[in-house]
């Protein structure tokens, strides 16, 4: 079909009527209108990624000259890839794994995806579990982690940095005659030195009450991965608070978590607005804002940079995970996910944006009252979120509102992100299991199990030693790489294998026109070559996984890469696996794993006379699957 073509309403409506039929008696469900599925997307991209990486990867990789990496691998790679996962589920009307029956030889890429999804959806949740904490824990006149004297304070405690200088010159007998007196702040812990003429070297290392009351009330941390101790009971029952509202939101399906999307999509923008309005008119806090958005072009030669930008769109837009095409599989058949593309996209990238001027205005606020660079306050993940926004936040006048407020934001932008990624992996097992699944209430019991069985294996993130669990999870299981290799084979098999043309074709049967080429060029040429190169370069510059000053020891690095692996080797194993069952001489194997196996209302006739005859199909080398109806 040429550029423009428009498909009979009546065939849409006949393939979206048989698209969703999957057994007789059970008819797979749908969302409830166009806006419940780009609200879902939204808060299922928009998480807290755009809050606590891109903000800090802007500021490290030269403020505003990292929007020019970060765009240009947004046109050439997100966009491109982000259609791509969503027009695939809305033309197949399945998850990540039967999807790909699109080329059944690259099923691997669908195991894949849903095992990295699985990864995230245990250890993502976490990040609720803590926030729940501080939430609870702000419902005071006094915040717990604004001073020391509580009883999981050290000796090392302090509040007050002019106090720590005077302690440490106190004992000294001439203080005139001292050679100098040095300090420095590492992770918001003051590092003072004193050295003085005729005193002996006097080296303090006291500590904040927000960083113990981090470490030491909240992780009760062990020192090792080894170390792993016992389940901290007030974080085991945040985090049950945290899978008892997902399934809640989720047991009913989509039609009923579209509707909560509205609300957990739409309201963390109502709080950071309130947060950049407040930030802003903060002392210093325009200080900040310069830290985040002065350009410095020279980093633009730095090969870190573009790494950081690719893998920040791969995180933001949830490339490679599966959930995009599970999404899609709910739309009607014939609905325009073009335009509901490119309605995620501008939301996703402005909340990034926008939550930088948000938090950057507050770290300007803290570098100032501290006297201090933004940059020894500035800090990505569970640093930024969980330590110095607290301690911005105890610098505010009604500072337990404001802590309410933030953490607030925070459960949100986290919740629907978890949600949806849970619901996206159900999807994915549901297509692959008997539609008897789908049943009565047997879809809310899998939901269940599903549910409780990912609460007990949480378990081990909220023991002594799960922070050191989570930083695994989070490094390598859902870790550039691995993303980067789900993308080059999502791009490479659709438009060189499958075919680009042949693609644009079903997309323009399903939506009733054609849309902009340059994204088939994207998935044929060029987006192919940006993910490789970063994937190459990543692999190249890779550093192995630190916490602070802990090293991770060969037993945690192997445990790291069996995430990674896991995931890697579902495309080869699964591919080898299919050529062995197929029967036939090597190359019969290979044609016929390469053939889509598709529905009849996913046929394209060539002419309205050729809708309900077959050679047309058998021409274009499509086939079906005998007997199948799924």
Known sequence: MGEGTMVS?????????????????????????????????????????????????????????????????????????????????????????????????????????????????????????????????????????????????????????????????????????????????????????????????????PTSPVTEFWERRVLQISDSLEETGIVVWPLALTLLLGWVLVYFIIFKGVRTSGKIAYFTALFPYVVLTILLIRGVTLPGASKGLIYYLKPDLSRLTDGRVWIDAGSQICYSYAIGFGTLVALGSYNKFNQDCFKDMLAVVFANSFTSFYGGLAIFSVLGFMATQQGVEVGDVADKGPGLVFIAYPTAVTMMPISPLWACVFFTMILFVGLDSQFVAVEGWITAVLDFLPPVLRRGHNRELFTLAVCVVSYLFGLVFVTNGGMYVFQLFDYYSASGAALFFMAFFESFVIAWIYGGDRFYDDITFMIGYTPWRFFKWCWMYVTPLIVMAIWIFSCITYTPLTYGNYEYSAFGQTIGWFLALSSVFCVPTTMIYLIAKEKGSFRQRITQLIQPRLQPHQLRPKTMEDANGDHWMKDKGYEMTPGEKV
């Open 9 to 205: 309403k009546q065939e849409q409506a006949k393939a979206e009527e048989a698209g969703q039929e999957l057994a007789p008696g059970i008819t797979r469900e749908t969302w409830g209108n166009r806006m419940d599925f780009v609200i879902s997307c939204i808060g299922y991209a928009v998480g807290l990624g755009n809050i606590w990486r891109f903000p800090y990867l802007c500021y490290k990789n030269g403020g505003g000259a990292f929007l020019i990496p970060y765009l240009l691998c947004l046109l050439f790679a997100g966009i491109p890839l982000f259609f791509l996962e969503v027009a695939l589920g809305q033309f197949m009307s399945r998850g990540c794994i039967k999807s790909w029956q699109i080329c059944p030889l690259f099923q691997g890429v669908g195991y894949a995806t849903a095992l990295i999804c699985l990864w995230c959806n245990l250890y993502y949740i976490v990040v609720l579990a803590w926030s729940l904490f501080y939430f609870f824990c702000s419902f005071t006149t006094n915040l717990p982690w604004a001073h020391c004297g509580n009883y999981w304070n050290t000796d090392t405690c302090t509040e007050d940095f002019k106090s720590v200088l005077t302690g440490a010159v106190k004992n000294c007998t001439d203080m005139l005659n001292s050679t100098s007196i040095t300090y420095d702040l590492t992770d918001n812990d003051t590092i003072v030195e004193v050295q003085l003429n005729n005193c002996t070297n006097i080296s303090y290392v």
